[in-house]
């Protein structure tokens, strides 16, 4: 069964063909970070444009590059939500109009589902019971993963998400957007152990996070510390950089391998933007090691938004039943998708 996967939640633009769940046939990314960047942060209704300008053109290539026309599509997935309004709109509405022009069922997939998603794509994929950490510029959640599509939420974050404090401490020091690469790579030169940031709720018997204090701490040391402004090129906000980074991965590992220890997970996964970062991802099989916990990552074309991880979701939506009629829209759904179809074969 090969369907077509439509993602447009935030800032990328994104389409890929996926056959039975696993097989990425094409999968392309039109990304809108050279737009933002000037701004420090996505821009909503910037996106949404940009969202109704490359979505079309981008079938057709995803198609072409699989080989495939739309004829030999059996169904269609589109992110439904978490994401920015106008955003999903775009993508979602263009999924609705061409499954009911072709006769096709639809599946509106949850966001964070297709990221735990994106690790069954891999040739070695977790097996079931694991762990994943979604963790992202919008979310940081951890999850109990019993089997495909049985997700049960253990913790997120109360304030700011992990990869929104990286790019928000990076616009403080004066880095690039997004933040995420800029900090990993300036923190390659600094020392971790010069600063000492907070590690927030790591004390705390759950699996929530906080990283506003945090944020906070870093902008209070650049304020306090004249000779370490962002406006002074120092080598020593190398070693801002590093402790902002593994305070970040402290909390973020400590309380992935105790929520693996409690559900008895033998496998830990990573999945979202923030696991392109290596040093954490080798920082906490390391530590994972010790307890002979395996920790797993989708190689860097699956840790951003994409389509296959939302094809791959929307494959399983589509198997079990659990499509979309022509009344849902974007968000209506997210959590209950069990109606029966509207239109589709």
């Known amino acids: 069964m090969r369907i077509l996967g439509i993602e447009s939640s935030c800032d990328e633009t994104a389409v890929a063909v996926v056959e039975d769940g696993v097989r990425i046939r094409s999968s392309i990314v039109a990304s809108q970070v050279s737009t933002h960047a000037i701004y ?74 297709a990221h735990i998603c994106s690790l069954q794509l891999l040739d070695n994929p977790p097996g079931f019971p694991f762990i994943c950490l979604v963790v992202s510029g919008g979310h940081t959640n951890i999850y109990h993963v019993k089997g495909p599509g049985a997700f049960t939420l253990m913790g997120q974050t109360r304030d700011d998400a992990a990869g929104e404090a990286f790019d928000k401490v990076a616009k403080m020091m004066g880095l690039s957007y997004p933040g995420g690469p800029a900090i990993e790579a300036l ?117 951003g938004d994409n389509a296959a991880m939302i094809a791959a979701r929307g494959w399983e939506m589509i198997r079990d039943n659990q499509v979309c009629g022509l009344g849902d829209d974007v968000y209506s759904r997210v959590k209950t998708l069990n109606k029966k179809p509207f239109f589709g074969r």
Not at 66 to 75: F, K, N, P
Not at 210 to 227: C, D, I, N, Q, Y
Not at 254 to 267: F, R, S
């Open 187 to 303: 923190a390659k030169k600094g020392e971790p152990e010069k600063i000492k940031f907070p590690r927030s709720m790591l004390g705390k018997d759950n699996f929530d996070f906080s990283f506003s204090g945090l944020k906070s701490a870093v902008a209070r040391h650049l304020h306090e510390t004249p000779e370490m402004r962002p406006d002074i090129d120092d080598d020593r906000l190398a070693h801002v950089a590093a402790g902002f980074q593994m305070a970040v991965i402290d909390v973020l590992s400590t309380k992935l391998i105790t929520a693996a220890k409690e559900k008895n997970c033998a496998d830990i996964g990573i999945a979202g933007g923030v696991s392109a970062n290596r040093t954490f991802v080798d920082i906490l099989s390391e530590r994972a090691e010790r307890y002979k916990i395996n920790v797993f990552s989708p190689p860097l074309s699956l840790c």
């Open 40 to 113: 420090g942060g996505v821009v909503p209704e910037l996106a949404s444009r940009m969202h109704l300008e490359a979505i079309d053109p981008l079938v057709d290539q995803a198609l072409a590059q699989a080989g495939v026309g739309l004829d030999d599509i059996d169904g269609i997935a589109a992110t439904q939500g978490p994401g920015l309004i106008g955003a999903l709109l775009v993508g979602f509405s263009y999924a609705k109009a061409l499954a009911w022009a072709r006769n096709i069922p639809l599946a509106g997939v949850n966001h964070l589902e």
